[in-house]
């Protein structure tokens, strides 16, 4: 248990790889604060992860991470429950194969995979800051490879297509995360970046019956499972071998070459200004 008295927050906690991680950082004696949406999968997931492994010191806060009035009130309800974040793993996200926007105005993926990390992030930032040895962790994806950000069209507005959009929306966390660990450098903290491999989870089932079954097909063929698929974020979360690591793009616990622009310096301190004007 050598990590009893540390904090971490998991967004993405009640499915898939979030949930798989928060088990098993609740195995090493983590204190969770688990970020869900729904009130009934937050009551069985606390339930089960809490009879797996028999850590009391772990709850749930409710939220539409595609809100942005919804991340302000959970950054507050979290900073009021936990006077140090020694961990933050921003892993909820999700694919929309057709076009919405969120009921602030947002397109859903990049309002729920990119903003909302860039969020949660700045609001907890001083907490996080003033815990030594602190780590963001930011689940991205291998999907951010072949693409590119066009800034006068971040959102898709016009003509919409959903894998372009996901695969923009991990590009902008690979970015984030780099323009991030800059920022942070004299201080103790630490900010990574992740792909955690293609994961036999319910990603993608929140679209059409077609969609849903084309991926089943690709997850029964190539997946792998949700244990394999939760341990880089728990590596990067948890790991003496990381302390001190910044800046970096992990698969398989190992740290890997991102993409090309993922490292124009000069596209990641634009993501991160026209991030904050969205926010504003
Ligand atoms: N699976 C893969 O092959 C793969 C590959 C590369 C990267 N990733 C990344 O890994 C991360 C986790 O994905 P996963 O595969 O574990 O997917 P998952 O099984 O669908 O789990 C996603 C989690 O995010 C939560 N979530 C979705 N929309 C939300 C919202 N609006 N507000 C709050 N929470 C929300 C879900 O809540 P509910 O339980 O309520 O649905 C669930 O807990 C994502 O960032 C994804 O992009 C996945």
Redo the contacts with the bound molecule.
Sequence with gaps: MTHQNKVCII?????????EAAVNLAEMGFTLGL????PK?IDSTLSEIQTKTDNENIKFFQ????IISEVQRLADEIQSTYDKINVLLN????YFSDFGKTVEGFENTFA??HLSYFQLTDLLLDSIKSTPNSRIVN?????HFGTNLNFDKLQGFDGYRGWPAYCKS?LCNVMFTYELARRLKGCQTTANCL?????N???G??NKTSVRMSLSAAKAVG?INVKK?ALTSIYLASSDEVEGISGKYFSKCKSKQSSKQSNVIKDQQRLWSVSEEFLS
């Design positions: 967004s993405g906690a009640t499915d898939g790889i979030g949930k970020v869900g949406r729904n999968k939220a539409d991470l595609s892993n909820a996200g999700a729920l995979n689940v991205a994806s291998d999907a991990k792909h955690p491999g293609f994961v989870t319910n990603f089932n929140n997946a698929g």
